[in-house]
C-alpha cells in the first residue's frame, strides 16, 4: 500500500495564530488526497478534496477561508488552519487513494492540533 | 445523505475468543468496504477490504463477509489477542465508483488476557 506522512504529529498553538499541517505521499504520486477530522472518541469526518493544481473540494459546512489546503504537487498537500481558535482543536488525518481501482485509502498518522 | 451504522460501539472478549463486529450501509451503489484498525494517537491502518463481486474475503485471523441484498457487512476476527485491541472502523464508498469514503462510528475492542 501507499505511505502517507504527515508533519507535524502534533502542534499546540496560541487562539488566533495559523498553522499549517503537512501530509506527502512517500512511494506514490497522488493527484487527490483526502483531510478528515476527528474528534475524541468519534469517527473520521471527511473535511476535503485535495486535487493536484486546481481547487479542493470542500464538505458541506466546512469554512473553505479557514481551512486552506494547497496541493502544489503530486507528493504534498498542505492543510493550513488559519485564525485557529480552540474549537478548532482536533486530530487531523489526511488519506490518499491507491490501487488499479484508485479506491484503496492509505492514512497518515495524524497530526493533533491543540489551540490555546 | 448517505451513512453507515456500525455496532457494538464497545466489545470485550476475552483471549482466544472471537470478535464479530456489523455494519450496515444505505447506499446500493456501494461497492467497496474497507476496515480499519486505529490505536490510540494513530492514524487508521487499512487490515481488510471486500468489493461488492465477493461475499467473503480472510486474511489469516480476520475476515469479511457481505450481504450486499441487506446492505450490510461484518468484520470477523478469530483467535484474538491482546494486540487486537483498538478501535475499528467499517467504511464505504459513496456513489459506487467513486472514492470518497463514509465511516462507521468505531467499535472499541478490548481484548481481556
Known amino acids: 500500500g501507499a505511505v502517507v506522512s504527515q508533519h507535524p504529529s502534533r502542534v499546540i498553538c496560541k487562539s488566533g495564530t495559523s498553522v499549517k499541517i503537512e501530509c506527502r505521499s512517500l512511494?506514490?504520486?497522488?493527484?487527490?488526497m483526502f483531510w478528515y477530522r476527528q474528534f475524541p472518541k468519534q469517527s473520521l469526518m471527511l473535511m476535503a478534496t485535495s486535487n493536484e493544481g486546481s481547487k479542493a473540494t470542500y464538505e458541506q459546512g466546512v469554512e473553505k477561508d479557514k481551512f486552506l489546503i494547497n496541493h502544489a504537487s503530486l507528493t504534498l498537500s498542505t492543510l493550513t488552519v488559519t485564525s485557529a481558535h480552540p474549537e478548532d482543536s482536533s486530530f487531523y488525518i489526511c488519506?490518499?487513494?491507491?490501487?488499479?481501482?484508485?479506491?484503496?485509502?492509505?492514512f497518515g498518522q495524524g497530526t493533533r492540533l491543540t489551540v490555546v | 445523505g448517505e451513512n453507515v451504522e456500525q455496532h457494538p460501539s464497545t466489545l470485550s472478549v476475552q483471549e482466544g475468543d472471537s470478535a464479530v463486529i456489523k455494519c450496515t450501509y444505505s447506499d446500493s451503489a456501494s461497492n467497496y468496504f474497507p476496515w480499519y484498525k486505529q490505536e490510540l494517537g494513530k492514524g487508521p491502518q487499512l487490515i481488510i477490504d471486500i468489493r461488492s463481486n465477493v461475499g467473503e474475503k480472510k486474511d489469516q485471523r480476520i475476515a469479511v463477509t457481505l450481504n450486499k441484498t441487506a446492505k450490510h457487512f461484518s468484520l470477523h476476527i478469530t483467535e484474538t489477542q491482546p494486540e487486537d485491541s483498538a478501535v475499528y472502523f467499517c467504511?464505504?464508498?459513496?456513489?459506487?465508483?467513486?472514492?470518497?469514503?463514509?465511516f462507521g462510528t468505531g467499535t472499541q475492542l478490548k481484548v481481556e488476557l
Open positions: 488519506s490518499v487513494m491507491w490501487g488499479g481501482s484508485g479506491t484503496e485509502a492509505f
Open positions: 467504511a464505504a464508498n459513496i456513489g459506487g465508483g467513486g472514492n470518497k469514503l463514509t
Open positions: 512511494d506514490f504520486q497522488a493527484t487527490t
